[in-house]
T-cell receptor
């Protein structure tokens, strides 16, 4: 059964450093999403991406964040200058269209020291 | 704004007990409703969904009915197993909002089932 994969599973970085979180969505899906979950808090929507552009973003998704689909398979989330409060589990998701459920990856735990 | 409220956990049950996890929502439009489950060390998996009022979603013995009059989508299972131990998330989506189907999640409820 096809699944969404994410790498790395755990990333540790120093405050101020850039990180790139990688996701491989399910191959025939067209919509892509990033969510995050700070420890003990809700899963929060960050951004949705379709047709090579951002379709919606939340207030959390400020200028420090960017997303890219650099080739036909990967979908990345970049944080330019990490802050302590960026420490969270980041989930990637994809769906075949806007009316179908989203399929989630296992997440990347980001720890900012 | 749109939001989901679910009962706080942890919920601790013995095997074969009856499970209810309450979920209520606030939405400006007509949402689709979902339950996702997260097993230890894994990502979120869709457990069941309902897209209109009075729909009942069901999967793996779990059920939830979309109640528009009470804005609720409570999760139930008649007889839980140890393997059901996980975190359960209620969520909504407004697919016609122009928002491309973003999900709004509740805080999650941890379920622990003991033999």
């Amino acid at each position: 059964e096809p699944e969404v994969t994410q790498t790395p599973s755990h990333q540790v970085t120093q405050m101020g450093q850039e990180v790139i979180l990688r996701c491989v969505p399910i191959s025939n899906h067209l919509y892509f999403y990033w969510y995050r979950q700070i420890l003990g808090q809700k899963v929060e929507f960050l951004v949705s991406f379709y047709n090579n552009e951002i379709s919606e973003k939340s207030e959390i998704f400020d200028d420090q964040f960017s997303v890219e689909r650099p080739d036909g398979s990967n979908f990345t989330l970049k944080i330019r200058s990490t802050k302590l409060e960026d420490s969270a589990m980041y989930f990637c998701a994809s769906s075949p269209d806007r009316y179908h459920e989203q399929f989630f990856g296992p997440g990347t735990r980001l720890t900012v020291l | 704004g749109d939001s989901v409220t679910q009962m706080e956990g942890p919920v601790t049950l013995s095997e074969e007990a009856f499970l209810t996890i309450n979920c209520t929502y606030t939405a400006t439009g007509y949402p689709s409703l979902f339950w996702y489950v997260q097993y230890p060390g894994e990502g979120l998996q869709l457990l069941l969904k309902a897209t209109k009022a009075d729909d009942k979603g069901s999967n793996k013995g779990f059920e939830a009915t979309y109640r528009k009059e009470t804005t609720s989508f409570h999760l139930e299972k008649g007889s839980v197993q140890v393997s059901d131990s996980a975190v359960y998330f209620c969520a909504l989506s407004l697919p016609f909002s122009g928002g491309y189907n973003k999900l709004i999640f509740g805080a999650g409820t941890r379920l622990a089932v003991h033999p």
